[in-house]
Each structure stands twice: as structure tokens, then as C-alpha cells.
């Protein structure tokens, strides 16, 4: 009885680099709220990171997911919170975020 041994060939598709956003450990994603909305308006966009992420990490993390080379960046430890809802007590999970400043050409899209 002979075997056959198959092997999987990794399916690459060829898309523009500038149109799909690499992931990495470290961001976890944008957060979105007003404050960051406003913000973004003058270069500077708020992620939620992971909370042993350092800003010499975030920065490199944040060049190779949207090509472009942080001025400046800016980490914040956020604190859980206690909350009742319904009567029932409850808890906000905190974390880390990260503002990251770009300079005044440079652009972060999000689809």
C-alpha cells in the first residue's frame, strides 16, 4: 500500500497594502469616542493596546500596520469601574490606551 503525502499550498492574494491594515498584538483597535473623534481631526488617534504594551512598541506596532511614522506617543493606564445597571452591580473592565500623534500630512483611514 503506497502513501501519498499532500501538503497545503498558502493561498496569497495580492491587495494594495494601503487599503487592508495589518493586525498586531499589541492594538487591540481604535477607540471610539467623541473625544477622540475630535481629536483625530488634528492628527492624533486613540487605540486601545494591550496593557504590558510599551509606547517604543506601540510605535513600531502602529508604523507597520498603516505605514505611517508616529510624532509622538502618549499611553494612559484606564482604571475598572463599578457600576450598577438594573439594580444589578456590575463592572467596566479597564485597560491601556495609546494616543498616537502623526504629523500634519500624514493620515490614518479607517474603513
Do not use: C, W
Request: glycine share 6%.
Amino acid at each position: 500500500m503506497a502513501t501519498t503525502k499532500t501538503t497545503k499550498k498558502a493561498v496569497e492574494k495580492v491587495v494594495d497594502e494601503k487599503k487592508v491594515a495589518k493586525t498586531h498584538p499589541l492594538i487591540k483597535g481604535l477607540r471610539i469616542t467623541e473625544k477622540a473623534a475630535k481629536q483625530a481631526l488634528n492628527n492624533a488617534y486613540t487605540f486601545n493596546v494591550a496593557p504590558n504594551a510599551n509606547k517604543s512598541e506601540i510605535k513600531k506596532a502602529i508604523k507597520m500596520m498603516y505605514g505611517v511614522s508616529p510624532v509622538r506617543v502618549t499611553t494612559t493606564q484606564i482604571k475598572e469601574k463599578i457600576t450598577f445597571l438594573r439594580g444589578k452591580l456590575g463592572k467596566k473592565q479597564g485597560g491601556k490606551k495609546a494616543v498616537v500623534y502623526l504629523k500634519k500630512g500624514d493620515k490614518i483611514e479607517f474603513v
